[in-house]
């Protein structure tokens, strides 16, 4: 049962981003008026397929990796004039190397564009999911903060130390967004060596301050790059953990801060007392305390606000009845899909160029056995997840086909810039061979990453 869990899931992942991939293709190829032939789910031979009015034939192939659209080319014209004897004169006219420069870089543009748009909505849906882990990897809002520091009598007149309750907020000037965020920033920076500029908000200071950190060859070896925080926490001898800020996000019907009058966007800045300075703050103060009234200190709308509070009580600990996840509409949610993508996109592109100088391990890198391992996984999971997933990888699968490697979206489309540049193409004989040199590439990544799948069962 398992393992038709893991295959199914992995055949309806694939198969989403392909047909969403070659869809983009296939619709800007429709509007530039080109004439595709065939429009394919899946290679090799074809066990179904259809013709619409356009002469499309849409086809259900063989073997559940990958896909294609096969537009008409005056290449194949002339190659295999019996392929396409049945076409009309207006289809054999609208060949793809017949169209502008612009036109056919859009038609490739177009299905990594796709994935991006899929990623985007992905995003977007799942910033309002009930799944709270999966929300809090895509609309974080907790931070990294600074637990504990093995030196306790370090000097604290100096600000180039961390101290305990540092909030970190963003690392040379590149804003941080909840732990995965914080994690894939950190890789960005392994084998690097010279200052990380840590701005951090402290308790006891009214803005931001910023901590330099002078490294040496960060993060270089395979497993300080499997726990990036935990290599940072060991490098500062320090602890992270994660907190939210204590502002309100959701106030529950009848509960004790519903009868209160606390409303979403209550900043909570003491409670009896005591000062707080995260959401996690207000559940050591009102937990011991059931059936007990407790003074807060409340900031709304920058007024001052004091609300006593009688708190109620479950299972005899203490229950104040709000929640800490702000709600978002759905403009706010299209901007952080939107954010996300193109922050996971520059993040992907920086740690291939990582793997390519060699700073970043290639295990790293996963194939159709690693891919459908993790589909299994987070479909067991939930939908949420498997979803988030298809996400992460709709992102991978446009980044890398965007890449300059021929028979790659990126490497015709650097083809049609040097076509550009030169005012024609590249002769057919230096163009066979560059395609064969991009296939053969390919093939060679395909190999490792299924090595690198293999490998990790031994």
Sequence with gaps: ??????????????????????????????????????????????????????GTEFALSAVPLGGYVSMITNKLIEAEPESVKDLTEEQLKNTFDS???????????????????????????????????VVSMVDPQEFPVILDVSNKDQNISSKSAFRVNDKILSINNKQIRGETDFSLELLTYAGYSGDMNFSVMRVSEGDPIVISLAVDDFLSSKESQKNPIGYLAKYLEA???????????????????????????????EIAGEDINFAEDIGSVVKPNPNTTLEFKIERNDE???????????????????????????????????????????????????????????????????????????????????????????????????????????????????????????????????????AVLVIMLMIFAVFNDVARFF
């Design 1 to 54: 049962m398992t393992t038709i869990i893991y295959i199914s899931s992995f055949l309806v992942l694939l198969g989403v981003l392909v047909t969403i991939h070659e869809f983009g293709h296939f619709i800007v190829a429709r509007m530039c008026k080109v004439h595709v032939q065939r429009f394919s789910v899946g290679m090799g031979p074809v066990f179904y397929k259809k013709l619409d009015k356009h």
């Design 99 to 133: 169209k502008p420069k612009w036109q056919r870089a859009s038609i490739m543009f177009a299905g990594p564009l796709a994935n991006f748009i899929l990623a985007i909505c992905i995003f977007t849906a799942l910033v309002n999911s009930s799944n709270a882990r």
């Design 239 to 269: 602890d992270i953990g994660f907190r939210n800020n204590p502002i309100i996000g959701e106030v529950f019907d009848q509960s004790a801060a519903y009868k209160a009058e606390l409303k979403p966007g209550d900043l909570v800045l």
């Design 304 to 438: 001052i606000l004091y609300k006593v509070i009688n708190i109620g009580s479950q299972d005899n600990v203490g229950v104040l009845g709000v929640s800490f996840r702000e709600s978002r509409n759905f403009f706010e949610a299209l901007s952080i899909g939107i954010y996300n993508t193109y922050n996971l996109s520059i993040k992907t592109l920086q740690l291939i160029g990582k793997m390519i100088s060699g700073n970043m391990g290639t295990e790293n890198l996963s194939g159709p056995i690693g891919i459908a391992q993790m589909a299994g996984n987070t479909a067991q999971a939930g939908i949420a997840p498997f979803i988030y997933l298809m996400g992460l990888l709709s992102i991978s699968l446009a980044v890398l086909n965007l890449l300059p490697i021929p028979v790659l979206d990126g490497g015709q489309l650097t083809l049609l810039g040097v076509e550009a540049v030169r005012g024609k193409p590249l002769p057919e004989k230096a163009e066979n061979i560059i395609y064969t040199g991009g």
